[in-house]
């Protein structure tokens, strides 16, 4: 990596936020302004890092939501109750603060129109972060890249980016299947309960196509799926996966 480039994303730099918006009741999409941002690829994330009045610090990764080709860099959080970090980025943090961070760090779970396809989105809650920025790169590149997306929510309601995904839908390339995990509505028509091999055999790719596959969410989630996909015969080689922490949806 270019010594300049490599430099910028270990060096902290400060965000201001100029937007937030509640996808669900307990997740929050925050967007900054940030004067020396050189971009970032699809699936890549940074360190958002919180500094207290007595000098404490604490840092954590997110995802960035936002698509390479966007004005403006957003992530998304989701609030733990008990969590040091996102409650105080879903509850407290308004427009006009800032926010120290760093990066884009990461070059394995990225993808790319050059890189292909067709593409296997898989995500547990919000997994999907990351998985949006590459569907908002594959829109506005006019990839010609096939996409079966397929989500993992405990309720509709809970489900975020949910306008964004019927949207993206209607493109005959990509494909969204949502799996319900909790409740789901009386006329509900999409799927119900955990991914498991069924669920990714009739959301995804034959083998035969040789998808390219990206999972990200709880670590338990993308282990499962992970494990399902190579157990039917997928090339581990050809999945590439991003585990938030935590047990579990
Ligand atoms: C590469 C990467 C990208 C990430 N992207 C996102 C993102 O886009 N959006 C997002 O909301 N989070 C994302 N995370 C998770 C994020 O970094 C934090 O772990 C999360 O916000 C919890 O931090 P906290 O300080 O609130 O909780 P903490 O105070 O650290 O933990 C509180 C409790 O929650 C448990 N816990 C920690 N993390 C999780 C988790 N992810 N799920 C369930 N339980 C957990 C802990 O074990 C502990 O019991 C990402 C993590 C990684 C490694």
């Known amino acids: 990596m270019e010594r300049t480039a490599l430099l910028r994303r270990l060096t902290w730099q ?8 509640f996808e669900t009741p307990r997740v929050r999409t925050i967007t900054f302004a940030v004067p020396d941002w050189h971009g970032h690829r699809a699936g890549q ?16 990764s997110y995802s960035i939501a936002s698509g390479p080709e ?39 779970f990225v993808w790319e129109n050059a890189t292909g396809g067709p593409l296997f989105l898989v995500a547990g809650g919000s997994g999907l972060v990351p998985l949006r920025s590459m569907l908002r790169h594959h829109r506005a590149t006019s990839s010609q890249v096939p996409v079966r997306v397929l989500c993992s929510a405990r309720s509709l309601e809970l489900l975020i ?26 006329d509900w028509a999409g799927y119900r309960g955990r991914i498991d091999s069924m669920l990714l055999s009739e959301a995804g790719w034959p ?6 596959t990206y999972v990200c969410g709880p670590t338990a989630f993308v282990e499962t799926a992970a494990a399902g996909l190579v157990s039917m015969g997928h090339d581990p080689g050809r999945i590439r996966t991003e585990r938030f922490g935590g047990t579990g949806m």
């Open 207 to 212: 083998i035969s196509a040789e998808p390219l």
């Open 45 to 60: 994330h940074l360190d958002v890092r919180l500094t207290a009045p007595d000098g404490y610090q604490t840092q954590r």
């Open 161 to 186: 980016y949910r306008q964004e995904l019927m949207e993206l839908a209607a493109s005959p390339l990509v494909d969204v299947s949502i799996t319900l995990t909790r409740e789901a509505p009386e």
């Open 70 to 108: 966007d004005d403006h860099l957003s992530i998304t959080v989701e609030r733990l109750d008990d969590g040091e970090v996102s409650s105080y980025l879903v509850d407290e943090l308004r427009a006009g603060d800032e926010l120290e961070f760093r990066g884009p760090i990461g070059g394995h």
């Open 14 to 21: 400060t965000g201001t936020v100029i937007a937030t918006t």
